[in-house]
């Protein structure tokens, strides 16, 4: 997912987004260690979606907590 479609979510379904990727990224590293992964870019690939994910509820919690103090 682009980074825009990832700030389109809700604080839940991007935590559920995270969770999904980072079950991905385990079985993609098991599939690369294993011989069975076809292509290394769907590894990098998950890698870049897990560091979206965190910088957009990064962004998140440091403009809330700007709001409060």
Do not use: P
């Not at 990224?25 to 590894?43: D, P, Y």
């Not at 957009?56 to 440091?62: A, H, L, M």
């Amino acid at each position: 997912m682009r980074a825009r479609q990832l700030r389109e979510l809700s604080d839940e379904d991007l935590d559920k987004r995270l969770g999904e990727t980072r079950r991905e990224l385990f079985n993609l590293r098991f599939q690369s260690v294993t011989g069975a992964l076809e292509s290394s870019a769907q590894l990098n690939g998950t890698r870049r979606e897990i560091s979206r994910i965190l910088t957009i509820k990064n962004e998140r919690s440091r403009s809330a907590g700007t709001l409060r103090g």
